[in-house]
Structures are given as C-alpha cells and as structure tokens.
C-alpha cells in the first residue's frame, strides 16, 4: 500500500515530461478565445449565410425591388429593437412599445382630422411615446416595482385601451403628407423608413459607446448596486432608457401612421415581443449588461429576411412564426454555451497565471 | 522626549468612542481607532465581532450613532459613500463590486469617468477613454498588477485578477486609506500571495490600509499592527508575529479572560 503510494508522483512526472501541460493550457485558451468570437460574431454569420441561401435559391431576393421590401418591413421591428436593446441592456423589459404604436398613431390621426400641421403631428406622435415611456420608468422606478415586466405589463394594457377609447374602436384615415412620405416613400429602390432606422441607430450607437450615459447604461446593468455604490445616478438612467424606448415606439408609430396612411388602435399588436425577439437573435444577453446596436440591427434583419424568404418561397404563414421560433431557441442556447465557455476561460486564465 | 515624538505623529485615520445599534443589539461599543500612514492595520475578530460594522462606518455606508471620525487630526462626518471617497478613503468590500461586463479600465473610472466638455451635462459629455486607459495602465504599472488585457472584460479574468483589479482601482482613487474587507478569502494559495504582495507595495507607496480577514497566516505575514475586537468591544491591540500568535487567537475566541 505505502509502495503503490511512493511511486504513484514518479508515474505522474515522467507522464509530465512528455506533454508540456502548460502547452496544453495554451492551447486551450486559445482554442475558447476562438470559440467566444465564433460566438460573437454568430448573429451576423447566420445572417450573412441567410442571405446567401435565400439569394441562391429565390432569383427574385436580390433584386433591389425586393432588398427594398426588405429593408421597408424590418423598419419599425429594426427601431423597437433599439428602444429594446438599451432596456435589455438595463436588465429590463418593455411590453408596452405595440400598445404605444397604436396610441401614438391615434393621437396624430386625430390632431390631423383637427386640421394641425405636420410639423405638430409628428411632435405629438413622438411626445406620445416619450410619456408613455416616462411613466413606464417613473412608476418603475419611483414606485419601487420589482421587475419592469409588471409595469409595462400594465402600460400595454392600459395604453390600448385609451387608444381604444380615444378612437372609438376605428381605424382614422388621414396623415400629412411628410408622414407619408416618411413612412412609405423611397429614394430610387432604398426606403426612406430605413434611412431614420440608420439614423436613430448612429444616435444610439453614439449614446452607447461615446457618451458617459452609456457607460452608467452598461454598469446598471451589469451590477446595479456596485453602481449605486459608485455614485451613478441608478434612477436617473433607468428612467431615461424607458423613455427613450418609448420613443422608439413613437417612431414606430410614426412609420406605421405613414405607411398605411392611417392610425389604429389595432396597430403593433405583439410588436414588443419581435423586438424583444430581435435583441436576443442578433446576441445581447437577455441577463442585461451585455449587448450593441450591431446585435439590434442584425436580429431585426434575420427576423426580416426570413419572413421575406419564407414569402417568397410560397411558404404558409404559420410555418414563418415557427422558424422564428426555433431561431429564438438556438441564439439562446448560443447564449448558454458562450456562458459555459466564459466559466472555462477563467479557469485556463487562472491556470495560465502560473 | 518620547511623549513629543508621539503626539507629533498625528493619525491618518483616528476613531473615538465609535458606537453603533442596531436595535437591541449593540454591534460598536466605544472603539478607538487609529490607523497611522504607510501602516498595516489587521482588524481582526470573530463573526459578529464588530469589523464590519467598524469600516462600514469608516466608508460611508453606516452612520455611528455617537464617537468621532478625525483625519489627520481634524474631525470629519462620513455620511456618505461619497464623502468617504472625498476625503481619500476608498473602500474594497469581499463582492469587489466589479462589473463583470466592462473592460479594467471602465471598472476604474465606472461613476468617476474623465470626460468633456465641461460645460455639457456630466451624463452627455463625451468619454477621454485613450486618457483613463493611459492613468489606468500607468497605475497598473506601479502596482506592479499585470493583467491579460485592459480592453477585455473583467468578468473573463481569474479571481485573482478581479481581486487585483478591486485593490488597484481603490488604490488609484485613495489618497489616504485602502480598506480591505477579507481580500484573500475568496483566493487560492499562489492568487492569495500575489494579492498580499500587491498590499505590501500598496503601503510601501505610502497609502494606509485597514485589512479584515480571518486568514491568521495572511495578517501575521502583512500586518503591521493587529486590533482584537470581541463583541463590539476593542479587547487587544499588538504587533502580529509568531510569538504573539497564540494571543491574537485567544483574544479573538476570548479564551484569555
């Protein structure tokens, strides 16, 4: 027994002189540093590979005509995604940004039939969706609610139900021309719905990664407590992000008003949920704190591409949402891994520190 | 003569009659303290001894009910994180309130953040981030803490690393005391050493540090001095070292009465 103990660490160094185990480690960690950027860059490959399978096997994909559709489709889903990145990222969620599309766009339909002009329509449309959000965070915040999901819970419900009322349950025909032109006009194939997703997305992404908001943005949600504990105003900055995925919303309604030439308190119904759907497809985590437009923007499109695919292909719509479906499991899955990997990687880390 | 050459060296950090309740129960009962510049200061004592509630009253995050903070000889009120930080204490609780999302760089500077223009408001100024990642690596340097990369998250980095990243960032901001709550316990053997060299550059760079901890071997190593509180109470103060071991471990479990 004590014989088999003392030549057991002689076994054990010999094996060692063969295999560098530090080599090993090496490799290892280079081996997961490739796999989190496999994982990083995922969204946009699938999107990319997408694109390449539809193009090959639809001619009619890659006309400009329909990369227009395209483009003109995922507008409004491309502008909730943003208002919803920058809430997930705070380790939120808003449910309300359909029932404010469908307020935003009763309220300038009806100041329209009153004979206001265009430049006050959309001012309200927008203002619309920034009240919305600003209760959203105020009661959040103030009102000391658990989770955002209960508050914008109430908000969805709430805010269709005035839109409901302030319409009398009906579709008001009438939008200024600029809504129009906004919503369903179109430089040579390109859609001008697209240009303001651009825009807004150069603001956020400048609000993200330029401005100090953003850095208090990423700490809150990263770990809200170290960031009270730092000094940054908590309060300040999440009530700020649902007001402004309330305007993202006001947008949204904006571009639907203007596209259909119309306003409705049946419009954007479950709207948040393909812009959650979007965030979390294009790769933010849906724990907060991690996340950029490019995952918005890329998540929006997938979703996009694969409604235009599935049309094209005379595919039953039915089939469409399931796809969607499948495509929101596996980049949560994709999710699961890149935490499994990151726990690997500290490990080899502290393994390489030696 | 010796009676001049002591009062003449004044207290970075001295505490008088710190008292605290919470409720019925009396966590501070009158504890002096004083903590002088480039010095060690173990706290040492068992669960419910009082530490805690001592540094937490130190860095802002309690109040005392009665007794007197003084820094450098003049009385100051902490009521605050923030005028805690004001007056050179920076604090390193055991959760190391990092964000695991963000670079070293961000976690240095995260609600402190260099940025302009001035006039702005401080939420829309724009981030001087080649600015922090210089003073960041420059105090990196000094501390002699080598990172994997200062633009990669914290979260990917090892124990021992965020650990480095908690000191070091509270170092770069205190210009008069460190306070350390338990900054081994979480650590491996080689990772606990690296963390305790890092403490002895710290104090020989001139920073005081206060250091919690339960680790005997890690205090009789770093210390330059070792208070004993028991029940709230101060019950022993010396200079750790191997002869005085086995009465800094009586003191604490209270065996020496």
């Not at chain 1, 719509?317 to 500290?346: C, M, S, T, W």
């Not at chain 2, 070091?168 to 491996?188: H, I, M, Q, Y």
Request: hydrophobic share 50%.
């Amino acid at each position: 027994m004590e014989q088999f103990a003392v030549s057991e660490p002689e076994k054990d160094s010999r094996s060692l002189s063969t295999v560098d185990p530090r080599k090993l480690t090496i490799d290892r960690y280079h081996a997961l540093r490739l796999g989190l950027l496999a994982l990083r860059m995922g969204p946009l490959l699938i999107l990319l590979i997408l694109i390449g399978v539809v193009a090959a096997t639809t001619p009619v994909f890659h006309t400009t005509q329909n990369l227009g559709n395209v483009l003109s489709q995922t507008s409004v889903i491309s502008i909730l995604a943003l208002g919803q990145l920058l809430v997930i990222v705070s380790r939120g969620i808003d449910l309300s940004m359909g029932s404010t599309i469908a307020l935003s766009s009763v309220v300038g339909a009806l100041l329209y039939q009153d004979g206001y002009s265009a430049g006050i329509v959309i001012v309200a449309i927008l203002a619309t969706g920034v009240a919305v959000g600003f209760v959203n965070g105020a009661v959040y915040v103030w009102g000391r609610v658990p989770h955002p999901f209960i508050v914008t819970l109430a908000t969805l419900s709430a805010v269709r139900g005035i839109a409901l009322w302030a319409s009398d349950g009906t579709l008001i025909f009438g939008m200024p021309g600029a809504v129009q032109k906004v919503g369903s006009d179109r430089i040579g194939w390109f859609p001008i719905s697209y240009l303001v997703v651009i825009g807004l997305a150069m603001l956020v992404l400048v609000l993200t990664t330029k401005l100090v908001w953003g850095r208090w943005l990423y700490a809150v949600g990263g770990n809200p407590d170290a960031a009270r504990r730092a000094g940054i105003p908590v309060s300040r900055v999440l009530i700020t992000v649902y007001v402004l995925s309330g305007l993202a919303a006001g947008f949204g309604g904006l571009l639907v008003a203007g596209l259909t030439n119309a306003g409705s308190p049946n419009y954007g119904e479950l709207a948040e949920l393909d812009a959650i759907a979007a965030v979390i497809i294009g790769g933010a985590a849906f724990a907060g704190g991690r996340g950029h437009v490019g995952n918005a923007l890329v998540g929006a499109l997938t979703i996009g591409v694969i409604r235009n695919a599935l049309n094209l292909h005379n595919v039953e719509a039915f089939y469409q949402l399931i796809v969607i479906g499948v495509v929101i499991v596996v980049a949560v899955e994709a999710d699961v891994v890149r935490g499994y990997l990151e726990n690997r990687f500290r490990v080899v880390q502290a393994a390489r520190q030696s | 003569m010796s009676a001049v050459a002591i009062s003449s060296t004044v207290a970075t950090l001295s505490v008088r009659g710190a008292t605290k309740r919470f409720g019925a129960v009396t966590a501070l009962d009158g504890v002096d303290l004083d903590l002088y510049e480039g010095e060690v200061l173990a706290l040492l004592g068992d669960n419910g001894a009082g530490k805690t509630t001592l540094i937490k009253c130190c860095s802002g995050a309690l109040r005392l009910d009665s007794g007197t903070i003084s820094m450098d000889g003049d009385e100051v009120v902490i009521h605050s994180p923030r005028d805690a930080r004001a007056l050179g204490i920076e604090t390193v609780y055991q959760d190391l309130a990092l964000f695991d999302n963000l670079s070293p760089i961000d976690n240095f500077y995260a609600g402190r953040e260099l940025a302009g223009p001035a006039w702005a408001p401080r939420s829309l100024r724009v981030l001087r981030r080649r600015r922090m990642k210089a003073a960041t690596a420059e105090v990196l340097e000094r501390l002699q803490v080598v990172l994997p990369e200062l633009d990669g998250s914290v979260g990917l980095m090892s124990g021992g690393q965020r650990q480095a990243v908690a000191v070091s960032r509270a170092a770069a901001f205190a210009s008069k005391v460190v306070v350390l709550d338990e900054p081994t316990a979480a650590l491996g053997v080689r990772e606990s050493r690296k963390v305790l060299e890092l403490i002895r550059r710290l104090r020989d760079a001139g920073t005081s540090i206060i250091v919690v901890s339960h680790a005997m071997d890690h205090v009789m190593e770093v210390a330059d001095r070792a208070v004993v509180l028991r029940r709230g109470r101060k019950v022993g103060e010396l200079i750790p070292s191997a002869e005085t071991h086995h009465e800094i471990v009586s003191l604490i479990v209270g065996g020496a009465e």
